[in-house]
């Protein structure tokens, strides 16, 4: 076959250097790697590991986490970030109990079909958790793709149609060989081909690498850089720290203002997250903004009493 030597190589790295991460160990449960597909978008494998361990600690099945309120999902998401994947991850669980016995689907097209789940997520878990031969295609995968096969410093800024021929043409067509595939050129994107300081003299594919060989041109684009420093997703996320760490609905005078309206006597922990949520220094019209965008995702919820995350 066309890319046997590439898979051979990369299966032998892999072995030898593939980090010892829970959601690989053979007993985890399908659910345990669901969950670990869906914190791991976009977000770092060291931010989301003891989150992980307190999450399947809690809610080791699907069943777990649907019994409970949506916006304990979302409090134990923590600061993980983009937390409306704690909202489709708690859907998701309520659509397994309701439609699939509480058993996490084994195929792409039953898994497409849950809450939350998009075409790399159905692929990622029918692979990893079941074995099947399905194309994974994420960031990582791509940046290995995009250097030692078609010599690009980096992927296209989104997937495109000719990235995606090219996953499959690379999938092998063994089952098991497919999925060690997946796994492999996905951890030596995260490890060694990175996007910012690929440690190439550390890469197994060095010697065969089309962008090594054609002298690591420059990327044929400017990636452009996420802002975050006081942007409108910085200020939702104080928001949701308070909210996170409050027993009871948080009065809007106490998010929307930074003195604490008369006979309102937030606990410590609540006092300390206003604290940092004023620190910002937002306008008015971006808080409103930004609790209305909260309201509108249901990420939180406002009643009577105060704002407070879904019940």
């Not at 980090?19 to 053979?26: C, I, N, S, T």
């Not at 914190?39 to 989301?48: D, E, G, I, N, S």
């Not at 060989?177 to 910012?196: F, H, P």
């Amino acid at each position: 076959m066309k890319y046997d030597v590439l898979h051979e190589t990369l299966d032998t790295w892999f072995a030898n250097h593939a980090r010892d991460l829970p959601w690989r160990r053979p007993e985890c449960t399908p659910w345990g790697i669901m969950v670990s597909e869906f914190m791991l978008q976009q977000t770092p494998v060291a931010r989301v590991l003891p989150r992980w361990q307190e999450w399947l600690q809690r809610w080791p099945r699907p069943a777990d986490l649907a019994a409970e309120p949506s916006g304990e999902a979302v409090r134990a998401w923590g600061r993980l970030g983009y937390p409306r994947r704690a909202l489709r991850l708690h859907a998701a669980a309520a659509a397994i109990v309701a439609g699939h016995g509480g058993e996490v689907p084994d195929t792409y097209d039953e898994l497409l079909q849950l809450p939350g789940v998009g075409n790399y997520t159905a692929a990622a878990i029918a692979s990893f958790a079941f074995g099947r031969r399905e194309t994974v295609v994420d960031t990582n995968i791509r940046r290995v793709q995009a250097r030692a096969i078609r010599g690009r410093a980096l992927p296209e800024p989104a997937l495109t149609a000719a990235e995606s021929r090219l996953a499959a043409e690379l999938l092998p067509s063994d089952a098991g060989a497919a999925v060690r595939w997946n796994a492999s050129a996905m951890e030596l994107g995260a490890l060694v081909c990175t996007a910012k300081s690929p440690k190439c003299e550390q890469c197994p594919l060095l010697q065969t690498c089309h962008w090594v060989a054609d002298g690591r041109p420059e990327p044929h684009y400017a990636p452009k850089g996420q802002s975050w420093h006081g942007t409108d997703r910085q200020v939702r996320g104080a928001l949701m720290a308070v909210l996170r760490v409050s027993e009871a609905p948080v009065p809007p005078g106490l998010l929307l203002e930074p003195s604490v309206p008369d006979g309102v006597q937030p606990s410590a922990q609540v006092e300390n997250a206003l604290r940092k949520l004023h620190g910002l220094r937002a306008d008015a019209s971006q808080l409103e903004r930004a609790l209305s965008g909260l309201l509108d995702d249901r990420l939180a919820e406002q009643n009577d009493d105060g704002v407070q995350l879904p019940a």
